[in-house]
């Protein structure tokens, strides 16, 4: 071995030992666990028999051997005391002593430069923000950091971690992951100086950003702050995307980009109210159409009984989710809404989707959850029950209610699926072995852009029948709402299997049953939930009077220009649609909007068509899943 080899070795194996002194606290502290018993079996072992050579079995041998080993802690060595010894002197027994000493220095010197290890691995980890697309996560907590690792087994990219709190306690967790925690004020308020730090630069790498503190102003000021100096940067908005935890999730719309108007913005938006989150996770994990029975043309044989505990955010979020996702053929939506604080709560909500009291059943308990008014309901609809969620804003008091509740039913033979939503996920009380399933929303199927939207992509660029543009560059051009109707609808995609009594794989291989009846039941359900959408995001029908104006308006227009941008059917700003009329009517509305204007849609062919691109969607989807 030549001199060379000898310097790089030592070297390396150096910088190995300091490096691990940065390990996570739990991490090292087996590690020191497993090398403090090496070293005292080998001092004992070498200095016991190297004594015992020299003195025999005597007192001495005991108490020199000891001396000796605890004089390796202290950095000190004995080896020149039984350096005579014959059996000692080979090279296997002169490495192992020397091994043994080096060891317990490494033990001893742990504290002392577990520090210089650290700042080792924070700068490595800081050189791979060049190569690698950054994970950016705003907030560290004990959820954003299971959110990181389940990122890291699925994302490839480096994890920096901003939050001004006092988020000292996760360094080391942060570190073994190979991320960076960064508090510092220019972290904290981004800037251009931010982005040449962490190697953003215009074309060269992608950006995901998670806006997940538990503060969710803060969430926002950071996004918008960080949006600027993107904008500053000439960063593309196709390399960025972004997470937003919010109060208000109309805030994504202005954060996207807009390629109409020319606004900046980050290229995909996701921008969830907690309280939402909580309920979108509840109807995928729990698809309503999972608790109904379908008949053999695909027609409900039972109406869609809910029970709603608790009407707060998350509750008023759970029953916009439960209409949007239980709408079924032959099905009628009931709901019964619990909550002893109802009308004090409730004004808002119903002011701003005023068509869900006009357009389904809703009925309201103002009675404590526990009172023998709600019992005497349980009883009465045990049969009829099919989703009851218990949301009150306590996970303690849900809980104990959801327990209460799914026992009382189940001794009843209630089908009804009880569960508990909240801003810490959705639990399931009645599995099998009688432990609650819980599902939290800290996933990266729930919370990535990407991963989650890909069937909402691909519906969306099934509607723009564009042959020479991508999924991706359709994608980009989808405004804010549109991009949530399309996440609306790959939701509910799997109530049509299951009206249909198919599975996926089947779907996929030979599409959809040839039967006309069926199809047309289907195609009522895809009427039955684009109308609950649009109600569900605040929509009335429009009066007929209105759209016969906005129509001879845009018949003026196209007159006079040879064209025209006005719709007539639809009024985004006063949130009115024309569309939002029973299946039957929508021939007449063809008709009529055909004889008024330029247009001639097909408004019932329409449903179907989105029907039949299903089978495709699917392919597609398991073909993208598959290149991944």
């Known amino acids: 071995?030549?001199?060379?080899?000898?310097?790089?070795?030592?070297?390396?194996?150096?910088?190995?030992?300091?490096?691990?002194?940065?390990?996570?606290?739990?991490?090292?502290?087996?590690?020191?666990?497993?090398?403090?018993?090496?070293?005292?079996?080998?001092?004992?072992?070498?200095?016991g028999f190297g004594y015992y050579s020299l003195y025999g079995g005597s007192l001495m041998s005991v108490m020199r051997t000891l001396f000796s080993v605890f004089c390796m802690f202290l950095g000190r060595n004995e080896i020149s005391a039984i350096s005579q010894v014959e059996q000692l002197k080979t090279p296997v027994c002169q490495i192992g002593i020397y091994l043994v000493h080096l060891l317990a220095l490494y033990a001893t010197a742990s504290t002392v430069v577990a520090?210089?290890?650290?700042?080792?691995?924070?700068?490595?980890?800081?050189?791979?923000?060049?190569?690698?697309?950054?994970?950016?996560?705003?907030?560290?907590?004990?959820?954003?950091l299971l959110f990181a690792e389940r990122l890291k087994e699925r994302e490839e990219g480096t994890l920096v971690f901003v939050d001004a709190g006092d988020a000292a306690g996760y360094d080391n967790r942060i570190m073994h992951m190979g991320g960076l925690l960064l508090s510092d004020g220019g972290a904290v308020q981004p800037g251009l100086p931010f982005l040449q730090r962490i190697g953003m630069r215009p074309g060269r790498k992608a950006l995901q950003v998670y806006c997940l503190h538990e503060n969710t102003v803060k969430n926002l000021r950071y996004a918008e702050s960080l949006r600027s100096a993107l904008e500053k940067a000439a960063i593309h908005p196709s390399q960025t995307t972004l997470t937003l935890l919010t109060e208000d999730a109309a805030v994504g719309s202005g954060l996207q980009t807009d390629s109409s108007s020319g606004d900046y913005g980050y290229g995909e938006v996701l921008a969830l109210e907690p309280s939402e989150l909580a309920a979108r996770l509840m109807v995928r994990a729990y698809p309503p159409c999972d608790t109904m029975r379908f008949g053999e043309a695909g027609r409900a044989d039972e109406n869609f009984e809910a029970m709603i505990v608790g009407f707060g955010r998350t509750g008023q979020s759970v029953l916009r989710s439960l209409v949007m996702n239980g709408q079924f053929e032959g099905s009628d939506f009931h709901a019964l809404i619990i909550d002893s604080r109802y009308s004090q709560v409730s004004g808002a909500f119903f002011s701003a989707y005023p068509g869900l009291s006009d357009s389904y059943r809703l009925d309201f308990m103002e009675e404590n959850a526990r009172s023998i008014s709600v019992y005497r309901y349980l009883k009465d609809y045990v049969k009829q029950l099919n989703y009851v969620v218990i949301c009150t804003g306590d996970d303690s008091e849900n809980a104990e209610i959801a327990r209460e509740y799914d026992d009382f039913l189940r001794r009843r033979?209630?089908?009804?699926?009880?569960?508990?939503?909240?801003?810490?996920?959705?639990?399931?009380?009645?599995?099998?072995?009688?432990?609650?399933?819980?599902?939290?929303?800290?996933?990266?199927?729930?919370?990535?852009?990407?991963?989650?939207?890909?069937?909402?992509?691909?519906?969306?660029?099934?509607?723009?029948?564009?042959?020479?543009?991508?999924?991706?560059?359709?994608?980009?051009?989808?405004?804010?709402?549109?991009?949530?109707?399309?996440?609306?609808?790959?939701?509910?995609?799997?109530?049509?299997?299951?009206?249909?009594?198919?599975?996926?794989?089947?779907?996929?291989?030979?599409?959809?049953?040839?039967?006309?009846?069926?199809?047309?039941?289907?195609?009522?359900?895809?009427?039955?939930r684009w109308c609950a959408f649009h109600i569900a995001m605040g929509y009335r029908p429009m009066p007929a009077e209105m759209f016969e104006q906005r129509a001879r308006e845009r018949a003026r227009q196209v007159a006079e220009t040879g064209s025209s941008s006005l719709r007539p059917g639809k009024d985004t700003e006063n949130r009115l649609h024309v569309c939002l009329i029973p299946w039957e009517d929508l021939d007449a509305l063809s008709e009529r909007e055909g004889a008024l204007t330029d247009r001639h849609p097909d408004y019932k062919q329409m449903d179907r068509d989105n029907l039949l691109m299903i089978p495709v969607l699917y392919r597609e989807q398991q073909e993208g899943g598959n290149q991944a």
């Open 1 to 47: 071995m030549d001199l060379f080899v000898i310097y790089l070795l030592s070297g390396l194996l150096f910088l190995f030992l300091l490096i691990s002194l940065g390990f996570q606290p739990q991490l090292l502290t087996r590690i020191l666990g497993g090398i403090l018993l090496f070293v005292a079996l080998g001092g004992i072992g070498f200095y």
């Open 413 to 528: 033979g209630s089908r009804a699926i009880v569960l508990q939503c909240s801003g810490a996920g959705v639990t399931y009380f009645a599995k099998p072995d009688g432990l609650p399933e819980v599902i939290d929303p800290y996933r990266p199927e729930v919370l990535c852009v990407g991963r989650q939207d890909r069937l909402a992509m691909l519906i969306n660029h099934q509607y723009c029948l564009s042959q020479s543009r991508t999924l991706e560059e359709d994608w980009a051009d989808c405004d804010y709402f549109s991009r949530m109707s399309c996440r609306a609808s790959a939701d509910y995609a799997c109530a049509f299997l299951k009206a249909a009594g198919i599975s996926q794989e089947e779907l996929r291989e030979h599409g959809w049953p040839d039967d006309e009846e069926l199809m047309e039941n289907l195609a009522r359900m895809e009427h039955l």
């Open 115 to 144: 520090g210089v290890g650290a700042r080792l691995l924070r700068t490595l980890n800081l050189l791979l923000l060049y190569h690698k697309r950054i994970l950016l996560l705003y907030g560290v907590s004990e959820n954003t």
